[in-house]
């Protein structure tokens, strides 16, 4: 039997709808609610001599885990990507991705868990890890305040979104630039976080138990996308010395007004400027991404398409 060459990995993009505790009263933090949806990033990863990728960021990553295994080598191909610097996770997908190709190819057996770690993602929030390895609707519990970068936040809630369900995402142009270069001191920024005042994160945690899971559960979109909204607002408040005001920008702002005007739920991912909207029906979601569309035209351009959820995770084939 031939030894295994190559290895291509197809993973799902994901969508922020934000963290419940930033108290960390209760011996945890962050805890994120999110989804993976079907917007793919492929992965093709050979063995060589050597790191081969153009790509800076699947350089990085492949030399992390090759170093890491004193590793022959690796060639990645970067076959399709997805946005990056605006919300929707390339970074850690890229990351997982590559990881989980090498592992497969050099025999290690690795977990997703386990690359994440050496990967250095998904320590903080691990919507990305999750929406990785099972895909969905994902509620995770928070990482221990004592071990930060040493774990893995557990998965607490999973569940197969409706296929009537559909994303609404749109990418404005504006503010992107600016967006990207404060992602670059992400961890500046986390690291001095002010403590969440205990009666949010309470708040929080209640909708999210109480109202948002429920609804998920008995697929009542109404009032799903109702808790979704108002936990992604109350969030954007307390974020507002990052923004400009509840959202990033006033075209996100602005984009989330058209998005409740026809539906019950819109929502800025992560720091922006990507925001979304969860309506049930193809033809629904189509005529609001149009109307986003013209209306991102008037304001600085972008993109907006529409997507199911990605209910699997990360698909992984060998050759």
């Known amino acids: 039997m031939n030894p295994l060459q190559k290895v291509t990995v197809c993973a799902p993009a994901h969508l922020h709808a ?11 933090l962050y805890g994120t609610v999110g989804f993976a949806i ?29 170093d890491k295994f004193d590793l022959e080598g690796a060639e990645v191909n970067v076959k399709r990507e997805i946005p990056k610097f605006v919300g929707v ?19 290690l057996n690795l977990s997703v868990e ?29 990482f221990k305040v004592d071990s930060r970068s040493r ?14 369900w559909f994303f609404v995402v749109a990418i404005p142009n504006e503010s992107r630039q600016r967006i990207a270069e404060m992602r670059e001191n992400e961890d500046e920024i986390l690291g001095n976080l002010k403590v969440m005042p205990k009666e949010l994160s309470d ?11 429920p609804a998920f559960v008995e697929k009542d979109l109404k009032s799903f996308g109702e808790a ?44 922006g400027p990507t925001f979304y909207s969860i309506v049930k029906g193809k033809r629904n979601a189509e005529n609001l991404a149009e109307e986003l ?27």
């Open 114 to 142: 386990d690359v994440s770690l050496i990967m250095g993602r998904g320590t903080v929030t691990a919507l990305g890890v999750y929406a990785f390895k099972t895909g969905g609707f994902i509620v995770e519990g928070g």
């Open 228 to 271: 979704l909204t108002a936990f992604n607002q109350k969030l954007g408040r307390f974020w507002r010395d990052y923004q400009e005001g509840t959202y990033c920008s006033r075209v996100v702002e602005e984009g989330v007004k058209i998005m409740l005007s026809r539906g019950s739920s819109a929502c800025q991912t992560s720091w």
């Open 293 to 319: 569309k013209q209306f991102l035209s008037k304001n600085g351009g972008g993109e907006v398409f529409v997507a199911q959820a990605n209910n699997h995770g990360a698909s992984v084939s060998e050759s």
């Open 151 to 164: 774990m893995v936040p557990p998965l607490i809630f999973q569940g197969a979104v409706p296929k009537n």
């Open 38 to 66: 079907d917007l793919p990033l492929e992965v093709e990863v050979s063995k060589a001599k050597g790191i081969k990728a153009e790509d800076k960021s699947a350089h990085k990553f492949t030399k992390r885990f090759v």
């Open 89 to 107: 996770g390339f970074h850690t997908t890229l990351a997982l991705s590559i990881g989980v190709a090498l592992s497969k190819l050099y025999g």
């Open 18 to 28: 934000g963290n419940f505790d930033l108290t960390g009263d209760l011996g945890r």
């Open 203 to 213: 708040e929080l945690s209640r909708l999210v138990l109480v109202k948002l899971m």
